[in-house]
């Protein structure tokens, strides 16, 4: 009965152009959304866009404005006149994501006025402001460094350790120095190391989405399958295979046999798609590790499907309630936000979600160091989860269709 | 409760036999105290309203559900280890994604059967009820009257030698009903014992070599329907008064006064005389009762007439 329920599930699949769709067409897609949203994939960089106004208009000022030009990882839109008013309504009508106002001369004195730069966030683009405040800070240091280090002398001028001519002299240094294109040691403290895997299309995180949206996927295509054993239910098929007249459902354990090769397949085309498009891939040597992780989350995600719907009455409760589970699921354990932008509290509940383990089984599964012990703990959980939930869902199966 | 096999040879093998059953659901007893002996190549046909226990019945004869008392013989004895009962659901119990011929291989790889066993079991089946023609179209594409051929073929593949039809006929047209007429007496042919829950009594009439009435969880008449109608309604025919409008207070009086009661309908009313040979004299007299008729038929009684005599309502 276990195979003859595998391949009813397969010829019905096979037959079923939206499940098909929705199995090995929209995963892929909705991998290729994410990633160009969140690896910067679709032109490299994140481009965010930032109004820039020059209220000043000298040297500083100016090479101030090239410099930021010249970032690739900013599109930069340079207004030619303009106040704190026309900069704020540019931001506010959506023109630009944060706004740069240069009000002062960049090079004088904290006790000459104001902060010379002004940033403009909107409120609801607050990751804007604070991504272009970073870049414009790192611009300043790498590309104005002399600019940067006149109002560190000036800051020791006020504290008395050195006299206007020795401020005037170091300050002329500092220029002459960032004339010749020389480097200045304090803009250079922060050296990059990289850990996972890289390269120019940023291989880990790719593939990190890439099991992200694999956790979604199998959970939705595990509960349009499930589905069919309410619909067996209702149109009698339960009743004429005498379903409930045993303690454990059986067709329920042939479901979850399809469910699995298919979530395996849907697994196998969302990877080959980071790999076909992005060039995303892993080591080789990884592959039966990946392989491995792919069968489990396919089998731990189809196994809550199968129980999330022999848990309901009808298709109707089903729906409304696996499609809640789904989205809730898949919020809390990762796959539409990564964790590590949430809180801590978040963070620990995403850990009862199967989303959280599948996206950490992958993550361990493809990085190049690390072996089988690693896995141990997320590849134990998914296998947890796929027998207490398949042997749950075929006693319920079977009670809900004995008498 | 007694669970074993017994064969006894009377007018016709037994296949089923079922002796002081009482079945419940929970607190709620269903069934009281039924016996039945379903014999093979003969259709037996179960009526009784709603309520009365039929779907309870069958539920015992499927095996899913275990009497609280009584005994089982037959093929309806230790059901979990046999595919010697087959039920027909009332609902199109099919994969509408798979052909007729998948359907039944699906389903006789189900009750256990090797692929090869699979293959030759489907086309029997599909033979049996002439769907051989419509083997490779998917169910989810044929019309209701060879949905409900491929219903009845895919409980054929386990070769059953007891086949319970719920509703055969609900919902179709006259020419599919016939189609399924013909093809529930040429199962019959075979050998096989079937077992018909209908409240269609022209299917009853037409097909039932044994019928049973059950009301309030007894069978209260079991007989071939000659010898059912015989002793009650004797030598009297069914005279059906069928009415132009509703009638009257005063001309319900006069209907009842003629022995007549309401038949299917409010504007249809039936009484059962024995006429001999005043059938003239008889119909002149209900001209004359100044009644709106618009049609007056006499013929021999059937099941529906022996159904609304034992006291149920039509269900039609």
Known sequence: ?403 | MTIGTKRTAEEAEPVAELRNIRAAYGKNPVLSDLSLTLRSGEIFVLMGPNGAGKTTLVRVLIGRLKPVKGSIFGACANQSSSSAVRLVPQDIALFPLLSARENCIAFAKMVGADWRQALSLADHALELTGCKDIASTLVGGLSGGFRRRVNIAVALVGNPRLLILDEPTVGIDAEAKSLITQTINALKETGISILIVTHDFDDADSLADRAGFLFDGRLIRVGAPRDLLSAVFENKKCIEIVLSSLPEQVEQQQLRLLGATPSRSAMIWETFQDLGDKHPAYILMLNDASLPIKEIKISDPGLGALYRHLGGNNPT
């Open chain 1, 1 to 403: 009965m276990i195979l003859a329920s595998t391949w009813i599930m397969l010829l019905s699949t096979l037959r079923d152009r939206a499940a098909l769709l929705m199995s090995f067409v929209l995963p892929p897609l909705l991998f290729m959304v994410f990633a160009a949203i969140f690896s910067g994939t679709a032109g490299s960089d994140l481009k965010l866009k930032i109004g820039v106004i020059d209220a000043v208009g000298n040297d500083t000022s100016v090479r101030l404005v090239r410099a930021l030009e010249a970032e690739h990882s900013f599109r930069f839109i340079i207004l030619k006149s303009g106040d704190e008013a026309a900069l704020s309504d540019f931001v506010r009508r959506g023109m630009a994501d944060a706004g740069l106002l240069i009000r002062g001369d960049p090079r004088r004195r904290p006790d000459e006025g104001p902060p010379p730069l002004l940033l403009i966030e909107d409120t609801a683009r607050p990751l804007a402001a604070s991504i272009a405040l970073g870049q414009v800070m790192r611009t300043l240091n790498e590309k104005l460094p002399d600019v940067a280090l006149s109002r560190i002398l000036a800051d020791v001028e006020a504290s008395g350790a050195i006299g206007k001519d020795e401020r005037e002299f170091l300050n002329e240094a500092f220029r002459a120095h960032a004339a010749e294109g020389a480097s200045f040691s304090f803009s250079n403290v922060i050296a990059h190391g990289v850990v996972g895997q890289s390269g120019k299309t940023g291989n880990g995180n790719l593939l990190n989405y890439a099991g992200a949206v694999v956790a979604v996927f199998l959970l939705f295509a595990g509960v349009h399958g499930a589905l069919t054993l309410l619909d067996e239910r209702a149109n009698g098929v339960a009743e004429r295979l005498a379903i409930g007249a045993e303690t454990f459902d059986p067709t329920v354990a042939g479901k979850l046999l399809y469910l699995t090769a298919q979530g395996t397949l849907q697994a196998v085309i969302v990877f080959a798609t980071a790999y076909i498009i992005y060039g995303a891939s892993f080591m080789p040597s990884r592959t039966g590790l990946w392989l491995t992780s792919c069968i489990l989350a396919a089998a731990a995600a189809s196994a809550l499907a199968l129980l999330m719907c022999t848990a309901c009455r009808s298709r109707k409760q089903a729906e409304t309630l696996t499609t809640f589970g789904v989205l809730l699921l898949s919020a809390v354990g990762g796959s539409m936000v990564p964790r590590y932008l949430m809180p801590p509290w978040l963070q620990d509940v995403g850990w009862f979600t199967p989303n959280a383990w599948i996206i950490r089984a992958f993550e361990l599964a493809i990085q190049p160091a690390g072996g089988i012990e690693e896995l141990a703990l997320p590849w134990g959980v998914l296998l947890l989860i796929g027998l207490v939930c398949t042997t749950a869902a075929a006693w319920l199966s079977s009670r809900r269709t004995a008498y």
